[in-house]
């Protein structure tokens, strides 16, 4: 029997198959058997299931590396209808790490992982603080313990050091620091010796740069060379998250100076969602008034509270800051320009930054996690737009704006990041990000002449369109651009466990 005769479980007929690691681009059946990619060919295949692709591109499913809603069941179902078949949380990370993956065990849509959560390992050793679903970073806002201010003694920082270990141990996939957080807290020294234990494992790190700003003395580009010079100088790779909002202006010039890093051997990979404004929470460092002016030249009224969707005031800053720390704001911060060079720039890779969606209650959802409930209704879930819409957004880029080749944006989506992750530590990642034999059947089908976001600042929740189906490891999360309900094929990206 040939391998033509073979009945495979899934066949996606006739679309234009995008392997951005080979660069085969063309028309071609593909037949997906056991949750792999088990042939790509021109002649007819017989399957249990077809799917027409025809006019289609059948890309590597999207692979999103920083998801804060990877755990959350309403984020991660729209950021599958935005293509995303593996979302994971690599910069606040989790904490602790078993809890984390234990927590999304046979019940996650997409495929998920995280990196070893370091601030809130700081704020487990400052204070008491526990959590039951291991999205610490999410919980912490409220805490009282100063893991954003204090300095760890020696006999603080050996305690932090020990509990990173332990997550790596646990199969966390790197160390996660975003310093951007804690900039008065964490030394260069602090944020050295936990990265020092990422080289140590073969992993990488991965930073909110220490500096959101154009002007000297705490200049963007300082805050990404200090995280690139930590991490190389211990063998560990790293992972700049969201640097356009850290560099503005010169997002080019440090696109340039990663491409000749990488030259020279050094493993790092930039990271932009495409948006001009970020979302965080009221106390972030960066946007205390001090920072966010004088570093960013934004105004209170840049920053919008979420809840009443109403720009701040010197006076409501002021008392929302104290009474609710940790509300989620969205803020200003690069021009469209940069934003659109920093997305363009052809090694530079994609992260939603997704943030846990929130109703006006603040409710929280079945498991005590902090969002809505997996059936919310969309005008009810308050959020970022970039939480629905980052990858259909830009792909809606290069075909109103020309801003790059189709397979430049693929490779963004799915290839880069798994590329650096297989360089530092996490050898599952050879089986995804690629149309090709033996990998990974992960899958995302879209319409490069209608496929688009549909998020707002104003409605953040609207799903993408023109993603008619969507695979994770062979079995169909969206059928006919709708989410199938009750079906769990995500699998956890985890280093090996080697403590319990
Ligand atoms: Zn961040």
């Known amino acids: 029997m ?19 690691e080979s660069g085969l681009d063309a028309v071609r059946n593909v037949g997906v058997k056991d949750g792999q990619i088990a042939i790509i060919t021109e002649e007819a295949l017989d399957g249990n299931e077809t799917i027409d692709a025809a006019g289609h591109v059948v890309a590597p499913g999207f692979i999103d590396g920083h998801s804060h809603s990877a755990n959350d069941a309403f984020g991660v179902k729209k950021g599958i209808l935005d293509g995303r078949t593996t979302q994971m949380d690599l910069e606040a990370g989790a904490w602790p790490v078993d809890v984390w993956y234990d927590r999304l065990e046979g019940r996650a849509q997409a495929n998920y992982g995280a990196s070893v959560g370091h601030l809130p390992i700081r704020d487990v050793v400052f204070s008491d603080i526990t959590t039951t679903t291991g999205n610490l970073f999410l919980e912490m806002w409220k805490s009282k313990s100063q893991w954003s201010v204090h300095q760890a003694s020696p006999e603080e920082l050996e305690q932090i050091l020990e509990l990173i270990e332990q997550g790596i141990r646990q199969g966390g ?3 996660g620091t975003p310093i951007g957080y804690a900039t008065s807290g964490l030394t260069a020294y602090e944020v050295n010796q936990a990265w020092r234990l990422a080289g140590k494992h073969g992993l990488f790190a991965t930073v909110h740069g220490r500096f959101s700003s154009l002007s000297l003395p705490t200049e963007g580009i300082l805050g990404t060379l200090e995280a690139i010079a930590s991490a190389n100088m211990h063998g560990a790779g790293i992972l700049v998250h969201h640097y356009q909002a850290q560099v503005l202006s010169a997002v080019e010039d440090v696109a340039r100076m990663v491409d000749q890093a990488r030259e020279s051997g050094v493993k790092v990979l930039l990271e932009m969602y495409p948006y001009t404004f970020g979302s965080s929470v009221m106390m972030a460092d960066y946007l205390h008034p001090e920072n966010y002016q004088n570093n960013m030249g934004h105004t209170y009224g840049d920053i ?9 005031t010197k006076e409501t800053y002021e008392e929302e800051v104290k009474k609710e720390p940790g509300a989620t704001i969205l803020f200003e911060h690069c021009t469209e320009k940069d934003m659109v060079k920093a997305m363009a720039w052809p090694s530079v890779c ?11 209650e603040g409710s929280k959802d079945a498991e005590g996690g902090m969002t809505v409930p ?8 308050h959020g970022h737009p970039r939480n629905a819409g980052t990858y259909a957004k830009v792909f809606r880029y290069v075909r109103e704006q020309k801003v790059m080749p189709l397979m430049t944006a693929v490779a963004k989506s799915s290839y880069l990041l798994c590329k650096f992750m ?47 189906h969507v695979i994770v490891n062979g079995v169909p999360v969206v059928k006919d651009s ?14 090996p466990v080697t403590e319990v």
């Open 2 to 20: 040939t391998k033509q005769n073979e009945l495979y479980d899934i066949v996606i007929n006739g679309g234009r198959v995008m392997d951005p």
């Open 173 to 175: 996939l790197g160390v």
């Open 304 to 312: 919008t509270l979420v809840k009443t969707m109403q720009p701040l």
């Open 350 to 360: 994609l992260g939603s930054d997704a943030v846990p969606y929130i109703d006006g």
């Open 374 to 381: 997996y059936g919310c209704p969309d005008d009810e879930a």
């Open 422 to 468: 297989e360089e530092c530590g996490v050898p599952q990642m050879a089986a995804k990000g690629r149309m090709q034999v033996g990998a990974d059947a992960d899958i995302t089908i879209f319409d490069s002449d209608t496929i688009t976001d549909n998020s707002t600042r104003e409605n953040g929740s609207l799903a993408s369109s023109g993603i008619p």
């Open 482 to 495: 709708k989410i199938v309900e009750g079906v769990y094929p995500g699998k956890p990206i985890r280093r």
